[in-house]
């Protein structure tokens, strides 16, 4: 059991900020379209499709990086918004995502799926912290 939540732990500090990126448009404009960062909406698609859940079929990440099924739920509907955006690009750059017709869904989805994410992560951080006070208590 403290393996898994190890592990889901480890796979979040990689999916929670991905989540937050996409829904934050001026980190998107000074870090994705700035040549000298690593971070670009590759390394975003990397997160999410391939290394560390699968955007569009989510379920079986289900208690590995993400803790509920409203969190399944909200990450299929952003990778289908990823989807849409990435239909409306001719090359796929981060400047033609960002200029999307469909981008502002992106950005709506990803802000719902980072407050659920965000307030799920908290609430598992004070069971920690409540289960560990009462290990403590004489």
Known sequence: MVDDKLITARVRTHLVPAVLALANPPWQRDVWLDPSTFEN???????????????DHPERYLGIGLRTEEEVTLMRQL?????????????????????????????????RLAQ???????????????????????
């Open 41 to 55: 909406l590759d390394h975003i698609f990397h997160v999410l499709f391939d290394d560390f859940c699968e955007a």
């Open 79 to 111: 990778g289908a918004a990823l989807d849409t955006a990435g239909e409306e690009t001719l090359n796929d750059t981060d400047v033609e995502y960002l200029g999307a017709g469909s981008w502002p869904q992106v950005v709506a989805v990803a802000g």
């Open 116 to 138: 659920v994410m965000v307030a799920n992560d908290l609430s598992e951080l004070l069971a920690f912290h409540e289960a560990r006070a009462s290990s403590e208590a004489p």
